[in-house]
């Protein structure tokens, strides 16, 4: 008799009740099948694809460059190699800001076409019309305050956002309005971790910092920056964990002297 063990999905509701048992929640990007897979067997909890393959896939100065349908297929590979966790994918800028009826056809294409579990929108009260139409479709949606990489050009910078009393007291109230309006997480991305703290415990929701401190209800990652694929992005809120580009950089190198050499392959590595 075969032994089957069936892996619990990560589903909306189980990283709810993370945050009402005050169990810290993981979450990485993944981009393709092969890295899904590993990060799924490691136990991440929720898996982003995010916009950022714009920057790490495709080598864009910016996320804006990525389209839905680029989405749509990083995500479906994604979903192919995921058993348990939450897959959450980024709405390309673009495909939601001024349009809800767009909003809910990206929405659902995304749904449809990739298999993933819920969509991401960058934003505030000024995206409200679209996070209500993709709502009422029944499509989980996840929320994204503070430093907006799909805004770059409005802000000009990447640095830190809400440090002045009148900015953060807008994103506490928004943070509360996506709440209200039915978010079931939200992401705070390079705000001071005081505020960090202070809309974590103002609001419901889990919040899912990424430069926003020890106080959010979960912590993300691009899993390139983790690994140290990406060579060049030295944040501070960035903990590596491995070099990646030099493991793979002296492996390379090694087979370009075995195949020059002669060395590659020997006798047990042919037919």
């Known amino acids: 008799m075969s032994v089957h063990k069936e892996v619990k999905r990560v589903t909306v509701h189980v990283v709810q009740a993370m945050k009402m048992r005050n169990e810290k929640i993981s979450m990485l990007t993944a981009y393709d099948y092969s890295m899904a897979k590993i990060l799924d067997a490691a136990g991440i909890d929720v898996l982003l694809v995010g916009d950022s393959a714009s920057n790490v896939m495709a080598g864009h100065e910016t996320t804006l460059p990525i389209t839905l349908d680029q989405m749509i297929y990083h995500a479906s590979s994604v979903v192919r190699g995921v058993k348990r966790a939450l897959i959450v994918v980024d709405l390309p800028f673009g495909t939601y800001q001024g349009n809800s009826k767009k909003a809910l056809n990206s929405a659902i294409r995304i749904m449809k076409e990739s298999g993933a579990h819920a969509v991401k929108l960058e934003g505030g009260k000024e995206i409200e019309d679209s996070i209500k139409r993709i709502l009422s479709a029944g499509v989980p949606v996840m929320g994204h305050l503070g430093l907006t990489?799909?805004?770059i050009y409005k802000f000009g910078t990447y640095?830190?956002?809400?440090?002045?009393?009148?900015?953060?007291?807008?994103?506490?109230?928004?943070?509360?309005?996506?709440?209200?309006l039915g978010c079931f997480a939200l992401v705070l991305e390079k705000i001071p971790a005081a505020l960090a703290k202070k809309v974590s415990e103002s609001i419901n929701i889990p919040t899912i910092g990424i430069g926003g401190g020890a106080d959010t209800d979960g912590q993300v990652l691009v899993t390139h920056d983790l690994l140290g694929i990406t060579k060049d992005f030295h944040p501070?809120?960035?903990?590596r964990y491995l070099e990646l580009f030099d493991l793979i950089k002296d492996s390379v190198e090694q087979y370009i002297k075995d195949v020059k050499s002669g060395d590659f392959p020997n006798k047990n590595e042919q037919y």
């Open 149 to 151: 990489p799909q805004s």
């Open 159 to 180: 640095t830190v956002r809400a440090k002045e009393e009148e900015e953060a007291k807008n994103l506490i109230k928004d943070a509360k309005h996506l709440e209200k």
């Open 236 to 239: 501070r809120f960035l903990r």
